[in-house]
């Protein structure tokens, strides 16, 4: 297992907060389940900017497989982003397609 700390706008994180404590599914898993769906679909997403210097983040460490780590690290450089561009975005995505279905 890797290590990686990512930043999560507020808004995506209190969402992620609200689909955790309504299904009793931890926020890590709920990340680690939209980057793996976008990986494995390969979902063709525009990429949202954002502005990382900013201080509306939270700083999130997350736990995840060698493999995933690596398969991010590859679609990150593929798409000329970064790794915590690419986790906020599928995070993002997630939020607005599948995780209403759980609330």
Not at 39 to 46: A, E, P, S, T, V
Not at 68 to 86: D, F, G, M, V, Y
Request: hydrophobic letters at 40%; charged letters at 30%; a negative charge.
């Amino acid at each position: 297992m890797d290590n990686i700390t990512t930043r999560i706008p507020i808004d995506i994180n209190e969402n992620l907060e609200k689909v955790s404590q309504q299904t009793g599914i931890p926020k890590s898993s709920l990340i680690l389940y939209a980057i793996n769906d976008c990986l494995r679909l390969r979902k063709d997403i525009d990429m949202p900017k954002f502005d990382f210097s900013n201080e509306d983040f939270v700083r999130f460490t997350l736990r995840m497989p060698e493999h995933l780590k690596k398969e991010l690290a590859i679609t990150a450089s593929e798409r000329n982003t970064s790794i915590n561009s690419l986790i906020v975005a599928y995070v993002d995505l997630f939020d607005l397609l599948y995780w209403d279905c759980y609330r």
